[in-house]
């Protein structure tokens, strides 16, 4: 349901290894984005992008990586550099950026 | 930026109660506020949303308020059932087009 794909829904990562996060929608959607979600805390923003090949840093990017080659597709990649990357991770997506968002599913990363 | 509030953290009601939760911001400018609704380990879900130029939006058991000179707004639900029990988070979009989201109100509803 919702048109909007995560994968996978758990992630387990060594230290010191990246690791790609999947997010595909069907919705036609311009705008796309990625929240990281802590226990006690809201969503909050890693990267958006408004147009492919496109995209802007959020509030907390550092140790993230993300392209957009297609408007469909927007990968995220949790790299060596995030020091402490276990959380669950969600993705969505807006018809512009004053949109309603709509969310995958999500996918938890765990540092093993 | 928008800084967004939500209070309380956890809210624990019996079946058939009313249940409230506020939030605050800070962005006089903030025009869209966004209410979501995540069961555990799904999706966060639009639940109900109000713009700035409307004070009270009422979708059947589900209700939204908005005080605009308080730079405060509150999800209010009636006669609560064992399956609105959730997390609900608030947002409010900035001037700038950024959506901000409160840390989220554990919803517990008591059969």
């Known amino acids: ?112 | 930026g928008e800084n967004v509030e939500q209070h309380p953290s956890t809210l624990s009601v019996q079946e058939g109660d009313s249940a409230v939760i506020k939030c605050t911001y800070s962005d006089s400018a903030s025009n869209y506020f966004p209410w979501y609704k995540q069961e555990l380990g799904k999706r966060p879900q639009l639940i109900i949303d109000i713009r700035s130029n409307v004070g009270e939006k009422k979708d059947q058991r589900i209700a939204v308020t908005l005080n605009k000179t308080a730079k405060h707004f509150s999800l209010h639900i009636t006669e609560t059932q064992p399956e609105d029990s959730a997390v609900y988070f608030c947002a409010a979009k900035d001037s700038n087009n950024d959506m901000r989201f409160g840390a989220g109100t554990r919803l517990t509803v008591k059969p």
């Open chain 1, 1 to 112: 349901d919702g048109g909007i794909t995560q994968s996978p829904k758990y992630l387990f990562r060594k230290e010191g290894q990246n690791v790609t996060l999947s997010c595909e929608q069907n919705l036609n959607h311009d705008a796309m984005y990625w929240y990281r979600q802590d226990p006690g805390q809201g969503l909050r923003l890693i990267y958006y992008s408004q147009i492919v090949n496109d995209f802007q840093k959020g509030d907390i990017a550092e140790g993230y990586s993300v392209s957009r080659e297609k408007k469909e597709s927007f990968p995220l990649t949790v790299t060596s550099a995030q020091k402490n990357p276990t959380a669950f991770y969600l993705c969505a997506s807006s018809t512009g950026r004053t949109g309603r968002r709509v969310f995958g599913q999500g996918t938890r990363l765990t540092v093993v």
